[in-house]
């Protein structure tokens, strides 16, 4: 068991390009969530997965955003034509089915130049 | 949005102190959990307190749940400087409709200096 990891780890992009993260669970974990995380706040939540079904998203996730679990492992979050507001720290988190901690990946921290 | 907030939202205190935390949230839950995040670091879940229990011990840390006041407490006992963090309550809303995602609140900075 490795925990949760997120690729990459940091990404610099121009306002306007698109961008993917990935995210791996830990093995087995059935339940994955998304959450956006901006300089002096807590995480805010932006989607959830249990195995490949997207089940959740939030009001936060504009139609720029979309996320996939295709094979309810990884998880992949991708964000269209970038602006700056985007710029934060993405964090990805699992739990198994009857859990209720989550375990946190590194996260991803994107700047939107 | 964000469920609540923590008080203080910067707290500095020499090792060996206590550090007390608190955190008000806004809508019924199913249980309250906290958090702790590093510089850099990821988020790492220290303790969780259901909507039925009032109060909890885990090592060092002690929290206490009042639902009629919709307020939590974090204890953390003779601090270390390894205790420097950002600490962050999450609810899981009990609204039927939740599936388990956290609602964090804005966090309070702890500084513990050896």
């Known amino acids: 068991d490795t925990g949760v990891s997120q690729d990459p780890r940091h990404k610099i992009t121009k306002r306007g390009q698109n961008v993917t993260f990935r995210c791996d669970p830990i093995s087995e974990h059935n339940r994955l969530y998304w959450y956006r995380q901006t300089l002096g706040q807590g995480p805010e939540f932006l989607t959830y997965?249990?195995?490949?079904?997207?089940?959740?998203k939030s009001r936060l996730l504009s139609d720029r955003f979309s996320a996939e679990r295709p094979k309810g492992s990884f998880s992949t979050l991708e964000i269209q034509r970038t602006e700056q507001g985007d710029s934060a720290m993405y964090l990805c988190a699992s739990t198994p089915l009857a859990g209720d901690e989550q375990y946190f990946g590194p996260g991803t921290r994107l700047t939107v130049t | 949005s964000q469920q609540g907030e923590e008080d203080p939202q910067a707290l500095s205190i020499q090792e060996g102190e206590n550090a007390t935390m608190n955190c008000s949230y806004k809508?019924?839950?199913?249980?309250l959990q906290w958090y702790r995040q590093n510089s850099g670091r990821g988020l790492v879940h220290l303790i969780l307190?259901?909507?039925?229990?009032r109060e909890k011990h885990s090592g060092r840390l002690r929290v206490t749940l009042d639902t009629s006041k919709k307020s939590s407490s974090l204890l953390i006992t003779a601090s270390r400087a390894a205790d420097t963090a950002s600490y962050f309550c999450?609810?899981?809303?009990?609204?039927?409709?939740?599936?388990?995602?956290?609602?964090f609140g804005k966090g309070t900075k702890l500084s513990v200096k050896p």
């Open positions: 999450a609810t899981v809303p009990n609204n039927g409709g939740s599936q388990g995602n956290l609602i």
């Open positions: 809508t019924s839950i199913n249980n």
């Open positions: 307190i259901r909507s039925n229990e």
């Open positions: 997965f249990q195995n490949e079904a997207q089940l959740e």
